[in-house]
């Protein structure tokens, strides 16, 4: 699961297969044609992203630990007042701690073995969700360049394309109303990064909110968005994430691939009915244009919206990124890695007094 990573909520994926572009399905296009194209729609529409594991927090694995410490306690305190010798006092609470390391190593492995199985669905279903993506929207641009119709069935077929696209439209605005709109702004710390990119944004894209804040049920806490991307025509929403490996102020490891945080957080996200994308920090930082284009195809692959992307088809595409374990962003940290590329923009002195939550 390489960055940059795009989600498509389930009902988004469901309406581009129930509704393809007209382009895709115009009647002027060949039956071959047609049968590349659902080639390619089929692996992208068709795909289940995985659900998260039920799996016990890492927190309450430390109460095994508690419990064995009083337990043991308890134990040994109960083995004396019985008038056992020393050595017969430190042979039970030897097997008992023996017990007790058992059962945790079990639980730990278990849950382990669950999130392991889980970051491979997820790594399997993002990369053929991404290939698809870039597949079908390639194969939709060469249609779109190559394709010519008779002079005398034009205005028929743009009349019937007309329709087709207005009801199109009407139905995903109609989806869009499901979209879960914030609660407001947030006022968590923003990333070193955050502004210089927000600058990019509002370039291309009309309706861009920083920070916005979305409740989560059940909870007094909330989820900010580092970026909320609006395609006004359509309501379309994208949550725009930039990941660090760790924070600046106490280096502690962020969006680790080995960590289950950002899982939850993007399940909630796609219930909301927002896609989510995700870049690395130093993405967003020395390639903003190449990820402005990311996010102009992926409303182009929903919406069929391409004013975006013509602004930016001469830029490169942007390139994969591997992302870390906990391990590696300690490593990161230790080495001040984020300085390598924050201080070529002038942002590396802030590195050390901004950090993000």
Excluded at 170 to 186: A, I
Aim: aromatic share 12%; glycine share 4%; with cysteine.
């Amino acid at each position: 699961m390489n960055y940059p990573i795009v989600f498509y909520p389930k009902l988004v994926r469901q309406f581009c297969h129930q509704y393809p572009l007209p382009e895709a399905s115009s009647s002027c296009a060949t039956s071959s044609q047609l049968q590349e194209t659902q080639q390619f729609e089929q692996p992208v529409v068709l795909l289940t992203p995985p659900q998260p594991p039920v799996v016990l927090p890492v927190k309450l694995l430390w109460l095994i630990w508690v419990f064995w410490l009083y337990g043991a306690i308890a134990l040994g305190l109960l083995a004396i007042s019985w008038g056992w010798l020393w050595w017969e006092v430190l042979l039970v609470v030897a097997a008992y701690s023996c017990l007790i390391a058992a059962a945790y190593s079990y639980v730990f492995g278990c849950r382990q073995k669950l999130l392991s199985r889980y970051k491979q669905q997820v790594l399997e279903y993002n990369q053929q969700n991404i290939l698809s993506h870039q597949h079908l929207y390639s194969n939709k641009q060469q249609e779109f360049s190559s394709f010519k119709v008779e002079k005398e069935g034009l205005q028929t077929g743009l009349k019937s394309a007309k329709l087709e696209w207005d009801s199109r439209n009407r139905s995903l605005k109609d989806l869009m109303s499901l979209r879960v709109s914030p609660n407001g702004t947030s006022q968590a710390r923003q990333g070193v990064s955050e502004q210089l990119f927000l600058q990019y944004l509002q370039q291309y894209f009309e309706e861009v909110v920083q920070a916005a804040e979305f409740k989560i049920p059940s909870s007094q806490r909330s989820y900010s968005a580092d970026f909320t991307v609006i395609h006004t025509p359509s309501g379309l929403g994208i949550d725009v994430e930039i990941d660090e490996p760790y924070a600046g102020k106490s280096k502690k490891p962020t969006h680790c691939c080995d960590a289950d945080s950002d899982m939850r957080r993007n399940q909630l996200f796609l219930e909301w009915n927002w896609i989510v994308v995700r870049f690395t920090e130093k993405q967003v930082v020395q390639a903003p244009l190449s990820c402005c284009k990311f996010l102009a195809i992926a409303i182009a692959f929903v919406t069929g919206d391409r004013s975006y992307l013509k602004q930016l088809e001469t830029e490169p595409d942007l390139l994969s990124v591997k992302p870390w374990t906990t391990r590696e962003a300690r490593a990161m940290a230790k080495s001040n890695y984020r300085l390598t590329y924050l201080s070529e923009f002038g942002v590396g002195s802030a590195c050390n007094r901004v950090s993000k939550f």
